[in-house]
Nanobody, 115 residues
Framework: QVQLVESGGGLVQTGGSLRLSCAAS????????MAWYRQAPGKQREFVASIGTYGSTNYADSVKGRFTISRDNAKNTVYLKMNSLKTEDTADYYCTAQRGGFSYWGQGTQVTVSS
């Protein structure tokens, strides 16, 4: 059974930083593409960042230069370091794992950025 458990969310002021973590189990982590998505209140879920099996990364334009995705295959964990946070970054953040044509999702962690 695949499990993705996000942590690290919370309340932060504008300009602050947070680091989200997603611990994976039940999946061949090192051969999985990992990604973060987010969903703000009243909005559709949107892509934030992804990291491939060899470490290649992609970012949404809205977070480029502020967010960094990374992975630690030894710990089966993917991270999202978020700097210079803005109120518009407020959302539930979800970790996903993609492998073999399947996608798995975590339960999400809430990030609130106050002005």
């Amino acid at each position: 059974q695949v499990q993705l458990v996000e942590s690290g969310g919370g309340l932060v002021q504008t300009g602050g930083s947070l680091r989200l973590s997603c611990a994976a189990s039940g999946i061949a982590f090192s051969s999985s593409i990992m990604a973060w998505y987010r969903q703000a209140p009243g909005k559709q879920r949107e892509f934030v960042a992804s990291i491939g099996t060899y470490g290649s990364t992609n970012y949404a334009d809205s977070v480029k230069g502020r967010f960094t995705i990374s992975r630690d295959n030894a710990k089966n964990t993917v991270y999202l370091k978020m700097n210079s946070l803005k109120t518009e970054d407020t959302a539930d953040y979800y970790c996903t794992a993609q492998r073999g044509g399947f996608s798995y999702w975590g339960q999400g962690t809430q990030v609130t950025v106050s002005s």
